[in-house]
């Protein structure tokens, strides 16, 4: 694998379901982030982790919850959602966190909560 | 704060014909500056930056975007299009803080 894998890459919910999303890099990179991509809306960034540490929460309703176990792997944490937070989620990451690093993304998993 | 206005949402085109899309930003500080595609079903590919230097920038495949400090604009061109163009492009903009991005606008060619 290269790049940026995210698992799986459709899962549909109920509101009452728990759920996680993974997300892998295989970049040697050490800043990862999770994306909202909603249909006709900027991306909203949600979260980011540098060296696995959460350095920002975007104000994101508990319902949804980051682990960063290492530098390599990003969980989404899903629980008692709402269907407008059907979306696609889209993880990301860099070499690190400042404004010159590029940020790749992975292709995305797309949620529809029922 | 900054914020990312891309003035088009959708935009039509013929096979071979030319596109523009376009991108303003607002910001207080010195900015950087991408555009990234998105293909069916696919995550965000970066398609070109502008971080210093030149203002016109260009990708692999034919597009160049050309930043204008005066006007805060960052607007993307490709001479001639492809069918194989047919993707989601969203401006993006980062200052020492985040990368916010466009809502996007959608490119369909057709033949």
């Known amino acids: 694998e290269t790049g940026v894998t995210q698992t799986p890459r459709h899962l549909v919910m109920g509101m009452t379901n728990k759920k996680s999303l993974k997300c892998e890099q295989h970049l040697g990179h050490n800043a990862m982030y999770w994306y909202k991509q909603s249909a006709k809306k900027p991306l909203e960034l949600m979260f980011v982790y540098n060296f696995k540490e959460q350095t920002e929460n975007n104000s994101v309703p508990s319902r949804f919850s980051p682990e960063c176990p290492n530098s390599s792997h990003l969980f989404l944490h899903l629980h008692t959602l709402q269907p407008e937070d059907s979306a696609l989620y889209l993880c990301?990451?860099?070499?690190?966190?400042?404004?010159?690093?590029?940020?790749?993304f992975g292709p995305g998993t797309r949620l529809t909560v029922t | 704060a900054q914020s990312v206005t891309q003035l088009d949402s959708q935009v039509p085109v013929f096979e071979e014909a030319p596109v523009e899309l376009r991108c303003n930003y607002s910001s207080s500080v010195s900015v950087y500056l991408f555009w990234y595609v998105q293909y069916p079903n696919q995550g965000l590919q970066l398609l070109l930056k502008y971080l210093s230097g030149s203002t016109l920038v260009e990708s692999i495949n034919g597009f160049e975007a050309e930043f204008n400090k005066s006007q805060t604009s960052f607007h993307l061109r490709k001479p001639s299009v492809h069918i194989s163009d047919t993707a989601e492009y969203f401006c993006a903009v980062r200052d020492d803080y985040k990368l916010s991005f466009g809502a996007g606008t959608t490119v369909t060619v057709r033949a």
């Open positions: 990301a990451s860099s070499q690190g966190p400042d404004r010159e690093y590029e940020q790749y």
